[in-house]
């Protein structure tokens, strides 16, 4: 039996974010919690670029373009969409996810998808660190399984 696991050391591993400007507060969280498991990880600062888009639904393209380039192994996309905060929600939320999909599967390279999805603005706070985990750290390290996963395919 062929079993393949991919481990989460991330040095070495260049990572490409880009993370929505709208609902910021949300966001910058994100961030933070990405960066900060990818130097847990083992990951140096220097291999990050970081890229910052209006809102969600301009995350697919600039993370098709970071999946493009050959010195990125795989790109974190960070939003925050919130219902109250929209009547188009459902488009929002799912033109981004959708849009992410189909770059990661277009490209090869490893897209996670770290937009928050939420009624409130308090229950994606809560996702952003506060109380239920970081979204960010937890695409961070999806990001480097895949990579080392693929690695051994
Ligand atoms: N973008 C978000 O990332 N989150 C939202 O909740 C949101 N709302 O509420 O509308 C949102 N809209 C902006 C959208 O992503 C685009 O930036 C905009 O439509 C310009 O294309």
Do not use: C
Request: proline residues 3%.
């Amino acid at each position: 039996m062929l079993e393949i696991k991919g481990n989460l050391n991330a040095k070495g591993v260049r990572l490409g974010i880009v993370v929505s400007r709208f609902n910021e507060l949300v966001t910058k969280e994100l961030l933070a919690g990405a960066i900060e498991a990818y130097k847990r990880l083992g990951g140096d600062e220097a291999d990050l670029v970081v890229v910052w888009v209006p809102g969600s639904l301009e995350l697919p393209l600039v993370a098709k373009k970071l999946a493009e380039r050959p010195d990125i192994h795989a790109v974190v996309a960070i939003g925050a969409v919130i219902r109250g905060a929209t009547y188009h929600f459902e488009v929002v939320a799912n033109q981004s996810a959708a849009g992410l999909a189909k770059a990661q599967l277009d490209t090869g390279t490893p897209i996670v998808n770290a937009i928050l999805t939420t009624d409130t603005l308090e229950r994606a706070l809560e996702r952003a660190g506060t109380k239920a985990g970081n979204k960010g750290a937890d695409a961070v390290m999806a990001a480097v399984e895949m990579v080392r996963a693929l690695g051994e395919l």
